[in-house]
């Protein structure tokens, strides 16, 4: 017997600069600040009640889930375990990515944004978007044993084009209001994906463990990111779009050189080839190695720019931003 679909949607996020401030414990230590904004694709979680026990199924898993048919302690068996934590133990969740998973957008954040907003409506639990932001970052770092920063699910939950800080406990977002300056970036924005990121985990992990040590050089070029990043709230203020585009590629170059797996010869050569071109700013997003560069280029450059990248990746795409987080669809 099946009863209604509740269905919710979570935007990706794109990260303009200072990734990498949000995470612990330089964020604890020295203050994160990132310039960040949701885009219109994101990850859709349906649940559809029955009376069967709970079943996973998603087209990036290409494998369905059942409670009880799997022992291994994967994503899917802990989103299992948390739906059953809070007294959901039938029915039918089918999870559709509008991207490749593991591709620095923060598809882990959407996801668990996502779930967790299903699970506070089939409560009929009413939560803010602090609220929201603070528990999915709290599950995805201690009960899914994720490393990330804050940005993600605070991003993701909030929605919109924004700057954002973090001080200890305490979280800032202070958005872009001017519709001006959506519309311009909007028109030059370009997704190229490298592959999907298997490392990134691991290189956040070498980034924790030099800023628990100190090390000198790491601690040096986070604060330098920080800085972009603040730089970078001011250049949009005032609408310096050269400056912004300039910003872009010193965070990247200062990013690059916080591990030697942050980028790779296939990152670099997409840069390069779209800088050749005449884009305007390059970089990778998210943790690293692999995963989608964000490319900007002036419209006329923009459509040569994306046939070109078809030849070196299978994934290419325009993007735009969006106002809006986390939500149930009605």
Same mark, same amino acid.
């Given at each position: 017997m099946t009863?209604?679909n509740?269905l ?7 990260s ?6 949000d995470?612990?414990?330089f ?5 994160g600040s990132v310039?960040?904004s949701t ?7 349906t649940y559809?009640?029955?009376s069967?026990?709970v ?10 889930f ?5 022992e291994?302690n994967n994503?899917?068996?802990?989103? =299992?375990?948390l ?7 039938t029915?039918?969740?089918?999870i559709?990515d509008?991207?490749?998973p ?12 996502a779930?967790?907003?299903? =699970?506070?409506e089939?409560?009929?639990e009413?939560?803010?978007?602090m609220?929201l932001?603070?528990?999915?970052y709290?599950r ?16 993701i939950?909030?929605g ?5 800080e973090f ?6 977002a202070e958005y ?10 909007d028109?030059?924005?370009l997704?190229?994906?490298?592959g999907?990121?298997?490392e990134s985990?691991?290189?956040l ?5 030099k800023s628990k040590t100190?090390d ?5 070029? $986070? ?5 972009i990043?603040?730089?970078?709230q001011?250049?949009l ?5 050269q400056?912004?585009?300039n910003l872009?590629?010193q ?15 296939k990152i ?11 884009a305007k700013a390059?970089? $990778?997003l998210?943790?690293g190695?692999?995963?989608?560069v964000l490319?900007?280029a002036e419209p ?14 299978t ?6 931003t969006s106002?809006?987080?986390t939500?149930i669809i009605?």
């Open positions: 009863g209604k509740t919710a949607f979570s935007p990706l996020r794109v303009f600069a200072g990734g990498g401030t995470i612990s414990p964020v604890e230590d020295y203050g310039v960040n885009i219109e694709r994101g990850v859709f979680v559809r009640e029955d069967y026990p079943e996973i199924s998603s087209r990036d898993f290409l494998k369905t059942v409670l009880g048919n799997h291994e994503v899917q068996n802990k989103i =299992i375990e739906m059953g934590e809070f007294g959901i133990r029915g039918r969740i089918f559709s509008e991207v490749p593991g591709s620095g957008l923060g598809s882990s954040s959407a996801l668990i944004t779930l967790l907003m299903i =699970i506070h089939l409560r009929g009413e939560i803010s978007r609220e932001a603070e528990e999915a709290r995805e770092r201690d009960f899914f044993g994720i490393t990330l920063g804050k940005q993600d699910p605070y991003a939950s909030f919109g084009f924004k700057f954002m001080k200890g406990n305490k979280v800032r872009f209001k001017a519709n001006a300056i959506s519309e311009y970036i028109e030059r924005m997704l190229v994906y490298s999907r990121t298997r985990s691991a290189i992990g070498d980034q924790v463990s100190g000198h050089e790491t601690i040096k070029r $986070l604060l330098e990111m920080k800085n990043a603040e730089q970078m001011k250049a203020m005032q609408s310096d779009f400056l912004f585009y872009i590629n965070g990247w170059n200062v990013k690059k050189n916080l591990g030697k797996n942050v980028s790779s010869e670099e050569a997409i840069i390069t080839r779209s800088i050749s071109m005449g390059a970089r $990778l998210g943790g190695n692999q995963g989608f490319i900007m006329e450059k923009l459509t040569s720019i994306q046939m070109e990248m078809t030849k070196i990746s994934f290419v795409t325009r993007i735009s106002p809006l987080g939500r009605k």
